[in-house]
T-cell receptor
Framework: DTGVSQDPRHKITKRGQNVTFRCDPI?????LYWYRQTLGQGPEFLTY????????KSRLLSDRFSAERPKGSFSTLEIQRTEQGDSAMYLC?????????????FGPGTRLTVL | LAKTTQPISMDSYEGQEVNITCSHN???????ITWYQQFPSQGPRFIIQ???TKVTNEVASLFIPADRKSSTLSLPRVSLSDTAVYYC????????????FGSGTRLQVQP
């Protein structure tokens, strides 16, 4: 399977704990995006990378959130001191270089539940 | 980014054609119209994209009038597996920038 993969698919944690999610984009894609989706809503943009550079961050990305993409391949999203309001589906997407009007390919998401 | 308005939900039966209309009165000259489909517990999936007139692929058709202030996603002969949320997006650089999703249209297909 050459699609976008995310790990883990589900994560249950207690409030105050740190969690880290991983995203492996489609191999030739240089752009990688993180979104968050709560029940009944569409995905909301968090941040995106072009290669290893983090080019844009949403105001939704509080100081407790950090994302990295070392070497421009996989990416990690860490949430420190989780809160119940962080419970959501975290989606990763990637897109190929130099495509202006095109599609983003989404992974299956990581569902986070904070107790 | 152009704001979009689409119905919150729609119901249909298997074998029927479903048309979902999206309004985007403030669409800009360089904006494309893009539709994504999302099944429960999965990430969104690109369906179709267009700029003007009509676009058709193996999944759907997209009709865009000359003024581009609205668009209609047409799903021919839906099946139960087409039950999903459908999002209409209007933006430039959809392959290179963050996407802005609304709440989408929840399509329920009945047998």
């Amino acid at each position: 399977d050459t699609g976008v993969s995310q790990d883990p698919r589900h994560k249950i944690t207690k409030r105050g704990q740190n969690v880290t999610f991983r995203c492996d984009p489609i191999s030739e894609h240089n752009r990688l995006y993180w979104y968050r989706q709560t029940l009944g809503q569409g995905p909301e943009f968090l941040t995106y990378f072009q290669n290893e550079a983090q080019l844009e961050k949403s105001r939704l990305l509080s100081d407790r959130f950090s994302a990295e993409r070392p070497k421009g391949s996989f990416s990690t999203l860490e949430i420190q001191r989780t809160e119940q309001g962080d419970s959501a589906m975290y989606l990763c997407a990637s897109s190929s270089r130099d495509r202006e009007a095109g599609e983003q390919f989404f992974g299956p998401g990581t569902r986070l539940t904070v107790l | 980014l152009a704001k979009t308005t689409q119905p919150i939900s729609m119901d249909s039966y298997e074998g029927q054609e479903v048309n979902i209309t999206c309004s985007h009165n403030n669409i800009a000259t360089n904006d494309y119209i893009t539709w994504y489909q999302q099944f429960p517990s999965q990430g969104p999936r690109f369906i179709i994209q267009g700029y003007k007139t009509k676009v058709t692929n193996e999944v759907a058709s997209l009709f865009i009038p000359a003024d581009r202030k609205s668009s209609t996603l047409s799903l021919p002969r839906v099946s139960l597996s087409d039950t999903a949320v459908y999002y209409c997006l209007v933006a430039t650089d959809t392959g290179r920038r963050a996407l802005t999703f609304g709440s989408g249209t929840r399509l329920q297909v009945q047998p």
